[in-house]
């Protein structure tokens, strides 16, 4: 009993010395990216999105890393859907997206006949 008492007192002894364990590092975001819509006739907007954790100034952060998940990071592959209601009017719209995803550089850009076109593309991250 005397030897379980002592086990006890070395095992609470060595405890209350250690050291803490040493915090982790922050990790860099997934994703950091600067996105600048330009709009004919319309001062240019920017805002910069921040993926997990998902931040920064972009109005609706979450679901556009949410997008950003859905292609890895490729914007090349957003497109419009065949079936959507966009009507023919024409006021042109400039993306450009730059920043980093995985660490990996992200340089895109592409132009729009209209907004509706532009979010249906990108949806929440182009919003």
């Not at 330009?38 to 001062?43: E, L, R, T």
């Not at 959507?84 to 992200?106: D, F, I, L, M, R």
């Amino acid at each position: 009993m005397k030897r379980a008492i002592g086990t006890m007192a070395l095992c609470a002894a060595f405890l209350a010395c250690a050291s803490p364990a040493p915090a982790q590092a922050a990790r860099p975001p997934k994703g950091k990216l600067k996105i600048v819509v330009a709009v004919k006739g319309s001062p240019t907007k920017g805002v910069t999105l921040r993926c997990s954790p998902d931040g920064g100034t972009h109005p609706h952060p979450k679901a556009a890393c949410d997008v950003l998940r859905t292609y890895k990071g490729d914007l090349n592959g957003m497109h419009v859907p065949k079936a959507n209601s966009c009507g023919p009017e024409v006021q042109p719209y400039a993306v450009v997206v730059k920043g980093t995803w995985n660490g990996k550089k992200v340089e895109w850009s592409k132009g729009y006949r209209n907004a509706c076109v532009m979010k249906a593309a990108g949806g929440a991250l182009l919003s």
